[in-house]
């Protein structure tokens, strides 16, 4: 196991969790990104215009299967069966559609095709039916990748300092408050994000993915913001005119609940990319583009790695070269991680135990006590 592994637990009970955890290194690493770039088959940044929609058609092909059986013989099985098997419908449905949104997500990095705009007509069609304004999501994930690990400039999963936390803060550190955070965050985490930018970058005015005046945008990018908030829009007059004609149950039950297991998902597996006890995060004066890129953990998901195209196992290798398709990202990841060493982290802990633990352990960032880097932060839980 790479750097997010555990080092032997203390024989001290008293010790947290989190000093049992071997932090990464926060020094300048000794490679460049060429000198990973060099490592790396060039094959692998090739993008293939029938490999990209054969992942899409594939998870459309099957998106539609699980829509047929649910809509023409769930109403043919007795009431106990249908019980269990619409949230089985809504499990599968929603983690299908979470690796469409994967691939919409990666339309926004151009590593879909060599065409832009064949890469924004599938991403903006894909991102909006999944209600995601696609423009306004891809510049703002475009400068959380430009910004990655920066307490002043990332966009998303900004740690809080502790004289930050709001004084209702001690309240909620205990189990039942955690649970409750989590179920607020995996619920309305994404929309509240979205919408008043909930988790992210501090700005001045109103910071809201929809607004095209936001302060999130340059004016080069406002026309887009339109675009992505009609697309929206048609994507919701359909939706109304679904729900008028087979009626607002079924539109939730076959649509609804799948989104929402999306939008859980996308924010659940964001959080655990970027949040980790091993993790540093650099203030102005120590923060640099790679050390940065570095400061993001690889996950196991199970199976769901391969449904989800691996942007749980391979993030580190997504976040030093965004533009490679999701299909090489494993080739990729092997081929660096001789030259990364201790600076790439891998935790395999179920993303069920991992996610509750880093809510315990990374409630706010401290400066470092131990060495002489003022700028570099890492998380702390004692309030």
Not at 313 to 323: E, G, M, W
């Amino acid at each position: 196991m790479g750097a997010g592994g555990r080092m032997p637990v203390p024989t001290s009970s008293k010790k947290s969790e989190t000093d049992t955890i071997k932090r990464v290194p926060c020094e300048k690493p000794p490679f460049s990104v060429g000198d990973l770039k060099k490592a790396i088959p060039p094959h692998c940044f090739k993008r293939s215009i029938p490999r990209s929609f054969s992942y899409l058609i594939s998870d459309i092909i099957i998106a539609s299967c699980f829509y047929y059986v649910a809509t023409n013989y769930f109403s043919l099985l007795p009431q106990p069966l249908s019980y269990l098997a619409w949230p089985l419908y809504w499990a599968c449905q929603g983690c299908v559609l979470t690796g469409v949104w994967v691939i919409a997500h990666e339309c926004g990095h151009h590593a879909f095709s060599d065409y832009q705009w064949l890469d924004d007509t599938v991403g903006l069609i894909f991102h909006s039916f999944l209600l995601v304004p696609y423009f306004s999501w891809k510049y703002s994930h475009r400068r959380h990748h430009s910004n990655t690990g920066s307490l002043e400039r990332d966009e998303v999963f900004v740690p809080k300092q502790k004289s930050a936390i709001k004084w209702y803060g001690k309240y909620l550190n205990n189990p039942l408050g955690r649970i409750m955070m989590l179920t607020v965050q995996f619920v309305l985490g994404w929309p509240l994000y979205l919408a008043f930018n909930v988790s992210g970058r501090p700005y001045d005015g109103f910071a809201c993915h929809f607004f095209p005046n936001a302060p999130i945008y340059n004016d080069r990018e406002r026309l887009q913001i339109y675009l992505s908030d009609a697309g929206i829009l048609a994507v919701c007059f359909g939706l109304y005119r679904y729900a008028a004609a087979q009626g607002m149950a079924s539109m939730i039950c076959l649509y609804g609940v799948p989104l929402l297991i999306v939008n859980a998902f996308l924010v659940l597996i964001t959080y655990l990319q970027h949040t980790h006890p091993s993790l540093p995060h650099y203030d102005s004066s120590e923060w640099d583009w790679l050390r940065g890129a570095l400061a993001t953990v690889d996950r196991d998901y199970g199976i769901l790695n391969k449904v989800f195209h691996n942007i749980t196992d391979t993030h580190v290798a997504h976040h030093l070269f965004s533009t490679m398709p999701h299909y090489n990202a494993m080739e990729a990841t092997k081929a660096i991680k001789p030259i990364l060493g201790d600076y790439y982290q891998f935790d395999g802990t179920p993303w069920y135990v991992a996610m509750y633990r880093e809510a315990k352990e990374c409630i706010y960032v401290e400066p470092d006590r131990e060495g002489d880097k003022k700028g570099v932060y890492w998380y702390n839980n004692k309030l």
